[in-house]
């Protein structure tokens, strides 16, 4: 969700209006994902190099993400959406780390669309804290070294439950991962847009998933063999 900073600045309006801003589109999409029927949703919200902003950023951003869980949760809940967040929660205060749990815990049954909030979350974190469980695992004897596989070690991602993303959509003209989803984006479509987060509404997700459309995924094989025609 790029682009919030820029978008106020364009308005000459400090920065925390864009992420509120931000917070608004979310909800336009989080909602026409239900509409489209997409299963689950994972937005980036705070990166692990997040931390790095100034103090004053990092503040007002905590305060929205407040807000925003005692403003929303219930109303996704009666909307049927189920609520996760991945990251390292403990970097959080415990306030905010109480209203994570309760959302999750209030949403755990729900089954419309499931949005994955990745807050204090880095592809590179969640690759090296599987591995520090997948290796606590074996010390407890619970896994065999020699048996372990791709499956097996997905098992211990922060999206374990869910499947890997088809698209991944990068709003506000970079064209980077930037430590997103890295293990899980192995087959992904990327797409990207100049549009900037607080801009990116119903019209532009449609956008997005016809594009994805017209992609021929190929995940390895040739087009012959997945279209079974006769140079298969
Ligand atoms: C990146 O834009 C955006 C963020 C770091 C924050 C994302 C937060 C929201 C969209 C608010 C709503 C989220 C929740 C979960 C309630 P940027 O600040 O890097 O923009 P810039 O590149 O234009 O400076």
Not at 92 to 118: C, D, G, H, R
Not at 195 to 207: A, G, I, K, R, T
Request: aromatic share 10%; glycine share 8%.
């Amino acid at each position: 969700m790029d682009g919030n900073g820029r978008w106020a600045k364009k308005r000459h309006q400090p920065r925390k209006l864009g992420h509120r801003a931000g917070q608004k589109a979310l909800r336009a999409v989080v909602e026409h994902c239900v509409r489209r029927g997409i299963g689950t949703l994972t937005v980036f919200a705070f990166s692990s190099e997040n931390w790095g902003r100034p103090a004053h950023e990092i503040s007002n951003l905590m305060e929205l993400f407040l807000r925003a869980l005692d403003k929303e949760a219930s109303e996704l809940h009666q909307n049927g959406v189920r609520l996760r967040f991945i990251g390292d929660k403990t970097g959080f205060t415990s306030t905010l780390q109480e209203k994570m749990l309760a959302a999750e815990t209030l949403t755990a049954n729900n089954t419309k669309l499931v949005v994955n909030i990745a807050a204090n979350y880095g592809g590179r974190w969640d690759i090296t804290q599987a591995a520090r469980r997948m290796a606590q695992s074996f010390a407890d004897g619970k896994l065999v070294s020699g048996e372990i596989d791709e499956q097996q070690f997905g098992n211990f991602l922060a999206l374990a439950e869910s499947p890997d993303p088809d698209l991944f959509i990068r709003t506000g003209g970079e064209m980077r991962i930037s430590n997103f989803l890295l293990w899980q984006s192995a087959y992904t479509e990327f797409y990207f847009t100049p549009v900037l987060w607080p801009d990116f509404d119903e019209h532009e997700l449609d956008q997005a998933i016809t594009a994805f459309q017209s992609r021929e995924r190929r995940f390895g094989y040739t087009s012959e063999q997945l279209t079974g025609s006769s140079d298969a």
